[in-house]
């Protein structure tokens, strides 16, 4: 075999193992994600991009891929416990709303009534992945404000999410937290 034929069929090789490591997950049908590739696990395809805080909070969460993706059996977890999200599908580069509230005036509401405590001046809110577990392998998005540490403050530094001492500013007064931009979490009031 010449040295050419060679490196040819190495480098042939080498772009089948670096394809078939980049599949892109598949689309979702009625019966849920398809189980190839990353859509095995839909919980990495959302970040949390905005917090109601109050009575009638919410958690917005965008699906930040390029493909839609169910909400089906994600949880939103804090230290009072988890919700796990219900069967809605979200369209790539939107967002979804969990209210605790009836979500009047939201577009794109996944679920109303949530058993979530929003309040102004200190909490978390981590997406974890569907399963039983709170640990770092389970956590695909945090955001704590007001103080720290919290419940899932450590599993969030230990996933890669969360610097330790971290946590959003905020008010007693806050009516929601929201990204800059520049990736920072600050605050609006009444």
Not at 2 to 28: F, I, K, Q, Y
Not at 38 to 56: H, K, N
Not at 130 to 138: C, M, R
Request: charged share 20%; aromatic share 6%.
């Amino acid at each position: 075999m010449t040295p050419r034929l060679l490196v040819a069929l190495l480098l042939l090789s080498a772009a089948l193992v670096v394809a078939a490591c980049t599949t892109s997950p598949s689309r979702t049908d009625s019966s849920g994600p398809a189980s190839s590739g990353l859509a095995g696990d839909v919980s990495r395809f959302f970040s949390i991009e905005e917090i109601g805080l109050g009575p009638e909070g919410f958690v917005m969460l965008l699906n930040y891929t390029d493909q839609p993706a169910s909400l089906e059996s994600i949880r939103l977890c804090q230290a009072e416990g988890c919700v796990k999200l219900p069967r809605f599908e979200v369209a790539a580069g939107t967002v979804a709303y969990v209210t605790v509230g009836d979500g009047a005036g939201l577009d794109r509401v996944a679920m109303t009534g949530a058993d979530l405590t929003l309040t102004p001046d200190d909490g978390e809110v981590a997406i974890l992945r569907p399963g039983s577990g709170t640990e770092a392998a389970d956590v695909r998005a945090y955001l704590e404000w007001g103080s720290t540490p919290h419940s899932l403050s450590a599993a969030a530094v230990d996933a890669g999410l969360w610097q330790e001492g971290s946590y959003a500013p905020t008010a007693p007064n806050a009516t929601r937290l929201y990204k800059t931009d520049a990736n920072l979490w600050v605050f609006d009031t009444e």
